[in-house]
């Protein structure tokens, strides 16, 4: 099964190069961890029209490892620094339905 776990918040940076900057070290340092896990990717989107707003997918193979993985204090506290406030973080499962 797959799994895609989703990120959402407004990022603390609102100059939006120092908010990458910010998200790719993250990426950085959380990829060598995640993906021997089973992370098999990752992407940030930001809203069209209030690029503060962000939104991250990553994909996963094992739902144990996104709980193992999101659960580990230090993954909330690479991610944490990133955001206003928490981010809201949930986790979708591959429904195998007709797609194009």
């Known amino acids: 099964m797959k799994y895609v776990v989703t990120v ?11 908010a990458r900057a910010a998200h790719d070290a993250v990426v950085d340092k959380l990829s060598p961890i995640g993906r021997p896990m089973g992370s098999t990717g990752h992407r940030a989107y930001l809203n069209a029209q209030d690029r503060s707003q962000f939104m991250a997918t990553d994909y996963w193979d094992s739902l144990e490892a996104i709980q193992k993985f999101m659960s580990d204090p230090q993954t909330a506290a690479e991610i944490g620094p990133l955001f ?6 949930t986790v979708w499962v591959e429904a195998d339905w007709k797609g194009y």
């Not at 959402?8 to 120092?18: D, P, S, T």
């Not at 206003?84 to 973080?89: A, G, K, L, S, T």
């Open 8 to 18: 959402r918040g407004r990022l603390k940076h609102r100059n939006e190069q120092e």
């Open 84 to 89: 206003e406030e928490p981010p809201e973080v």
